[in-house]
């Protein structure tokens, strides 16, 4: 029986995955696929099948009270319940980054982070302004400037040497910033429950990250002979960490011609 006139109270039903697609996919909902799985039916109709297989969803075969199985199947609308329940689910908001903090280290002539994951649903994503100089690496894609990362995405940022100090991304939120909800209205034993989708703001759907660069430290000698202050090429400097220099950090190359050797060395010690 149809539920009399009064207020009721809605309660989340998210334990039944058929029933949020059919209100999500089905006529009237955000992810209406009627159009495209029925385009010549009108509207009616695409009401009506919706509506039983929201309620077959609900309460099984009990929701096709005054039809035959036969008549279901041969008017199309067990097909179309089929179809609905091989979509995947109703996008949802919820996101996470992980790791949280990455230092850089050399790789090559760059520096470069260990990859981040971005987990969440692939129709959401955020989106990141990066500084001067860094660029995003994900599988072939490398770019510069603002990007967009969709969940369930795998990357990574370089950046030349001289590229120091930390970055914090701030932070940054998803762009679908609502979950999609099934809700029922329990009217009483006797009557029809009613059932209906419903968008929710979802105030934790953000991420942040840091990134902590290297810290080079360049190192420059002129040799100079100390009588005729002369420039003396093929000189060889070592730099070490201890004063009786017994614990090596690098060699230097040869002085040139000019009498001056350069190198640059992550600030790993004091």
Same mark, same amino acid.
């Given at each position: 029986?149809?539920?009399?006139?009064?207020?009721?109270?809605?309660?989340?039903?998210?334990?039944?995955?058929?029933? !949020?697609?059919?209100?999500?996919?089905?006529?009237?909902?955000?992810?209406?696929?009627?159009? @495209?799985?029925?385009?010549?039916?009108?509207?009616?109709?695409?009401?009506? *099948?919706?509506?039983?297989? +929201?309620?077959?969803?609900? &309460?099984?075969?009990?929701?096709?009270?005054? &039809?035959? *199985?036969?008549?279901?199947?041969?008017?199309?609308?067990?097909?179309?319940?089929?179809?609905?329940?091989?979509? @995947?689910?109703?996008?949802?908001?919820?996101?996470?980054?992980?790791?949280?903090?990455?230092? +850089?280290?050399?790789?090559?002539?760059?520096?470069?982070?260990?990859?981040?994951?971005?987990?969440?649903?692939?129709?959401?994503?955020?989106?990141?302004?990066?500084?001067?100089?860094?660029?995003?690496?994900?599988?072939?894609?490398?770019?510069?400037?603002?990007?967009? #990362?969709?969940?369930?995405?795998?990357?990574?940022?370089?950046?030349? =040497?001289?590229?120091?100090?930390?970055?914090?991304?701030?932070?940054? =939120?998803?762009?679908?910033?609502?979950?999609?909800?099934?809700?029922?209205?329990?009217?009483?034993?006797?009557? !029809?429950?009613?059932?209906?989708? +419903?968008?929710?703001?979802?105030?934790?759907?953000?991420?942040? *990250?840091?990134? %902590?660069?290297?810290?080079?430290?360049?190192?420059?000698?002129?040799?100079?002979? %100390?009588?005729?202050?002369?420039?003396?090429?093929?000189?060889? *400097? /070592? #730099?070490? +960490?201890?004063?009786? &220099?017994?614990?090596?950090?690098?060699?230097?190359?040869?002085?040139?011609?000019? /009498?001056?050797?350069?190198?640059?060395?992550?600030?790993?010690?004091?």
């Amino acid at each position: 029986a149809s539920p009399p006139t009064s207020d009721y109270v809605a309660n989340e039903f998210e334990s039944n995955p058929e029933l !949020q697609k059919v209100l999500y996919y089905g006529y009237g909902g955000p992810g209406d696929i009627t159009g @495209e799985y029925m385009p010549s039916f009108d509207w009616k109709t695409k009401y009506i *099948f919706t509506h039983l297989a +929201a309620a077959y969803s609900y &309460c099984g075969m009990d929701g096709f009270y005054g &039809c035959t *199985f036969e008549d279901i199947k041969a008017s199309g609308v067990w097909g179309y319940i089929q179809h609905i329940y091989s979509l @995947e689910a109703p996008p949802t908001a919820a996101i996470t980054l992980s790791p949280k903090e990455a230092k +850089a280290y050399e790789s090559g002539k760059e520096q470069r982070t260990g990859e981040f994951t971005l987990k969440g649903d692939h129709r959401n994503y955020i989106t990141l302004k990066m500084p001067e100089h860094v660029t995003y690496h994900s599988g072939s894609t490398k770019q510069t400037g603002t990007v967009k #990362i969709n969940g369930n995405t795998t990357f990574y940022f370089s950046a030349p =040497k001289t590229v120091t100090g930390t970055w914090n991304s701030g932070k940054l =939120k998803g762009q679908m910033g609502t979950q999609w909800k099934t809700l029922v209205l329990s009217t009483g034993s006797g009557s !029809q429950d009613i059932g209906y989708g +419903a968008f929710f703001e979802e105030e934790s759907a953000s991420v942040e *990250f840091t990134v %902590k660069w290297l810290d080079l430290a360049r190192v420059k000698v002129t040799k100079k002979d %100390k009588n005729s202050k002369v420039n003396l090429s093929g000189a060889v *400097f /070592g #730099i070490y +960490a201890d004063s009786a &220099c017994k614990n090596l950090l690098v060699q230097m190359p040869a002085t040139d011609s000019n /009498g001056t050797s350069e190198v640059e060395i992550p600030k790993t010690q004091d």
